[in-house]
């Protein structure tokens, strides 16, 4: 439900704050627990065009839209007005069963990926019974008190009551890619929230600074809300979505055909009208793959539960099959390659000597920016022996990633001294001096100066250092505020230099990667010579090296060119890193990226299959398809290899139904031909085919080989086709064997001839499933214990069947002894057949 606009007069960035708080029945200490829960079932979730949950019994009966199960009640009912009772009642016993077990399969499956996702949604902060609690986004309310920091997603459209140095992006609403200021002021004349610098929209995010913000519209009542349907571009399908689609189109068409060839010849021969169509629409369920959307989620779920075990959670199943595709892994090396357990080990000046002078700098810089501290800021507080007590801070500039340094404004009660801390050469472009003797002396900058600078800056980087350069620039005791501009004219200090080690583990799993043929691409903002250095740590090779002012020279072509041989990517802009995921995507990989910061979100988003940490900030986890729990590769390789487990589960339902189940169906259309009678009765098919589906529901607990999961796979219906053409006939073959024996050996009349072609199909299709699970010998690769149990009950009933009361229902008699012998050689014959033939085809089509 939308949220109503507050106030009926004026927007709420025009009202004072007292007006708004009393229409909003709120207090700058926000609501009470009760109250916000009241709200939230009136307003409904903070959420745009968020699932709308139906009631259990909706979502069942749903399942009932199928138009063949419609067609097929109907059909079963109108036979019930013709005296034939006993067909309506197992037709539709049949059917419930079947609906049902594909409800709750699929219930289950999107239950435990539901509870996957809770687990890492994205949190705020908000005052409730007057204490801070942090509650997720969609919980939030109209009239609730949120506290917003750096790297924070905006929840709400709301007013600002109190900020410090905050700037927010505005992008996605406005197209300004400029941070904007905010603040806590009076703007009854303003008439564009969009340019109202005293409140906040949801869709934006917090690049510096903290804010209290009052919420005052959520959901679909915020700006976002009422433009979202042109903003908010519905993600494209993913290769697997279109290839599950563009199946099910396949295998409608073959059963379109089929049902109405068997309707012309049942014409034809001029047989009874009702069972003619109740035998074609039978037929139509036995062929439409009906359990591929549920076979689809269970599997999918369980491979997301399966991920969520290794530490990675899956926000989008559909991601699942990516990351088994994917083919580039494109990542910055901290956390990744490193430790991320960064130590300050060196703090020296110009000439390389050790200076307090800036250490001091640093930690002042650090310790009064309010952006998003980095670790890099983390490792420079670790100094707590530096007093900042003795300075005020007055103004800042934050951070951006275009500048690449940040600023604070400092006043000492005498005089006033910017500080400047960032990318060392940009730092170093800006100066115009440096210190020398620990401060006492400046010296210009001139070119011998500037090359023994940059001397020092490249030793350190050879060692494997991250260094930022450090610099300041007085001024005058009236200068009010920090611009960019200030930045200008600099004093350098000298260099502060960070040491994070190489991980341990990361050699170990880059390797398992590459095996599994996945290329590793780094994307750094650091310079090449500390990223070269960490390669060499590892003894890992390196392959090209691309940095972002050669990328800047390059059009979208070139670039395309270089990405393939390239595997390090170093002093890169985050628009660059875009480029270079389109570039390699343009060549026909599948990319995921990994990233975890403000500027992170577009690359999360371009490329196939977007990774995050549980430690990221809001904007990068809310872009994500998934989120690691562990910063490690080891984590990743295991996620990789659970993606193509999961695909490969999914093939084989494919295969199955492709395959064997396809050949019974058309044998059973061709049948229809020759025989003076059904092949079998309308509800034996329907029968056949939930005994079929039952034997089906282990596949996504089944083993994969390990040779399967050596490379990405992709969806190709090519491979899918020809596989149905090789292994198909073989089992319309069998059939017709099937049909010679019953005809010529036994002599079979209708009723026998249904029992022993039930049998018989039943068997070949539930059976062939340990052929085509793999492709090795069946007897190397181990099934799961559950879907041999489930497979042999499933034959083991069909055969026990016509020897039971429930069999003579259902037209069943019971066969001979020596039909099971002659089934039983009849079996063995069809299952070589089939690994003879699976062995060529995979030979002949499939070389890897």
């Not at 170990?508 to 043929?517: K, N, P, T, W, Y």
Request: with cysteine; proline share 5%; hydrophobic share 50%.
């Amino acid at each position: 439900m939308p949220t109503p606009a507050v106030g009926t007069e004026s927007p709420f960035w025009q009202l004072p704050v007292s007006t708004l708080l009393e229409q909003l029945g709120a207090s700058p200490d926000g609501l009470s627990s009760s109250e916000a829960t009241i709200r939230l079932a009136k307003y409904g979730p903070n959420l745009i065009h968020g699932e709308q949950k139906r009631a259990l019994i909706l979502q069942f009966l749903s399942k009932f839209k199928n138009p063949l199960v419609i067609i097929l009640l109907a059909a079963s009912g109108l036979s019930a007005f013709t005296g034939d009772a006993t067909s309506f009642f197992i037709i539709g016993t049949i059917v419930l069963i079947s609906v049902t077990l594909d409800f709750v399969q699929e219930y289950r499956a999107g239950q435990a990926a539901d509870r996957l996702r809770q687990s890492v949604a994205v949190r705020g902060q908000v005052l409730r019974d007057g204490k801070l609690m942090e509650t997720p986004l969609a919980e939030m309310v109209p009239g609730d008190v949120a506290l917003l920091a750096a790297g924070d997603l905006v929840p709400c459209d709301g007013r600002v009551l109190e900020t410090k140095d905050f700037f927010v992006n505005q992008a996605l609403l406005t197209g300004e890619s400029f941070p904007v200021e905010k603040s806590p002021v009076e703007l009854p004349e303003v008439t564009d929230v969009l340019t109202a610098d005293n409140s906040v929209l949801l869709g934006t995010s917090v690049i510096s600074g903290t804010a209290r913000v009052l919420i005052c519209r959520t959901g679909q009542g915020t700006e976002l809300g009422g433009i979202a349907d042109t903003l908010l571009v519905k993600a494209p399908p993913t290769a697997f979505e279109e290839g599950t689609h563009r199946f099910g189109l396949l295998i409608m068409r073959m059963t379109v055909l089929l049902v109405l060839f068997v309707l012309l010849v049942n014409a034809f021969f001029h047989r009874p009208w009702l069972e003619s169509f109740l035998f074609a629409v039978a037929l139509a369920v036995g062929l439409t793959p009906e359990l591929l959307p549920m076979v689809v989620s269970v599997t999918l779920s369980r491979g997301a539960l399966r991920m969520a075990a290794n530490k990675v959670i899956v926000k989008r199943l559909a991601s699942i099959h990516n990351l088994g595709s994917m083919d580039v892994f494109c990542t910055d090396k901290t956390g990744t390659l490193t430790e991320a357990r960064i130590h300050l080990e060196r703090h020296q000046d110009p000439m390389g000597n050790e200076s307090r002078r800036v250490l001091e700098l640093a930690y002042y810089n650090s310790f009064f920016e309010t952006g998003l501290k980095s670790t890099l800021d983390d490792a420079i507080l670790e100094h707590t022996e530096i007093d900042a007590k003795i300075w005020e801070k007055i103004d800042e500039v934050p951070f951006d990633f275009e500048r690449r340094r940040i600023s604070v404004l400092l006043d000492n009660g005498t005089s006033r001294l910017l500080v400047v801390k960032g990318a060392p050469e940009d730092i170093l472009r800006l100066s115009v001096s440096y210190e020398a003797n620990g401060a006492e002396v400046t010296l210009p900058l001139d070119a011998a100066a500037l090359k023994m600078i940059n001397g020092q800056f490249e030793a350190l980087s050879r060692e494997g250092f991250r260094v930022l350069g450090i610099a300041s620039r007085s001024v005058g005791p009236d200068h009010p505020h920090a611009v960019v501009s200030d930045e200008s004219e600099l004093v350098f200090a000298g260099f502060a230099a960070f040491l994070d080690p190489p991980k341990v583990s990361a050699k170990a799993a880059l390797a398992g990667l590459a095996a599994d043929r996945v290329d590793v691409k780094i994307i750094t903002g650091d310079n090449e010579l500390v990223t070269q250095h960490i390669f060499a740590k590892l003894g890992l090779p390196v392959t090209g090296v691309l940095t972002g002012a050669e990328i800047q020279q390059m059009d979208d072509s070139a670039l395309a060119a270089r990405v393939e041989q390239v595997n390090l990517f170093c002093r890169v802009a985050p628009a660059q890193k875009n480029r270079i995921i389109l570039a390699l995507k343009r060549h026909g990989h599948v990319v995921g990226y990994m990233g975890d910061g403000i500027n992170d979100a577009p690359s999360l988003h371009s490329a196939d299959v977007g990774i995050s940490v549980d430690s990221a900030v809001d904007v990068a986890k809310a872009a994500a398809d998934m989120i690691l729990l562990e910063q490690d590769l080891g984590v990743l390789h295991a996620g990789v290899l659970e993606g193509r487990r999961t695909f490969g589960n999914i093939m084989k339902y494919i295969m199955m139904g492709t395959s064997s189940n396809f050949g019974n169906m058309f044998s059973m259309a061709g049948a229809s031909l020759f025989l003076p009678f059904l092949p079998m009765l309308p509800v034996q098919i329907l029968l056949n085919n939930l005994l079929y589906d039952v034997s089906e529901l282990p596949i996504p607990l089944d083993r994969v080989d390990d040779d399967y999961l050596s490379h990405p796979r992709h969806w190709d219906m090519k491979f899918i086709r020809n596989f149905m053409l090789v292994i198909g006939p073989v089992s319309s073959a069998f059939d017709f064997l099937t049909f010679y024996i019953m005809l010529a050996l036994f002599h079979a009349g209708e009723s026998l001839f249904h029992t022993g072609w039930f049998i018989e199909s039943m068997a070949t299709q539930v059976l062939v499933i340990f052929i085509i699970r793999t492709r090795r010998n069946p007897f190397k690769s181990r099934p799961d214990p559950w879907l041999i149990a489930c497979s042999l009950t499933v034959v083991a009933v069909a055969a026990l069947l016509p020897f039971t009361p429930a069999g003579v229902h259902l037209g069943f008699v019971a066969p001979p002894a020596s039909f099971f012998l002659i089934l039983t050689a009849l079996l063995l014959a069809y299952l070589l057949a089939v690994e003879g033939m699976k062995r060529w085809f995979f030979s002949r089509f499939a070389a890897e």
